[in-house]
Nanobody
């Protein structure tokens, strides 16, 4: 069973930055695509960003394009999400996820393992 542990969330003012991390002890991490999703209160979980197994391909949602960057360090089994120019509408619980496939999907249902989530709150 893959275990994912997110960290780096918190409270930040609009315009600020945060860097989320997602660590796993799973040795096969480097073979799988990974993604970040978020869920705000009363809303469905939505795609934020994803990355292929070897970082050869990434994709970010239009709502965060130019502000968020996804990356991974396979040697350290860690996924990152650098979030800059944060806006109040970015407030949500952020989840990392693993897809047992080399290439990512934008659909939450395509992912096999999920972290517990980390809260990001952006104040205006």
């Amino acid at each position: 069973q893959v275990q994912l542990v997110e960290s780096g969330g918190g409270l930040v003012q609009a315009g600020g930055s945060l860097r989320l991390s997602c660590a796993t002890s799973e040795r096969t991490f480097s073979s799988y695509a990974m993604g970040w999703f978020r869920q705000a209160p009363g809303k469905e979980r939505e795609f934020v960003a994803a990355i292929s197994w070897n970082s050869g391909s990434t994709y970010v949602a239009d709502s965060v394009k130019g502000r968020f960057t996804i990356s991974r360090d396979n040697a350290k089994n860690t996924l990152f999400l650098q979030m800059n120019s944060l806006k109040p509408e970015d407030t949500a619980v952020y989840y990392c996820a693993v897809r047992r496939h080399t290439y990512y999907s934008l659909r939450p249902g395509a992912y096999d393992y999920w972290g517990q989530g980390t809260q990001v709150t952006v104040s205006s």
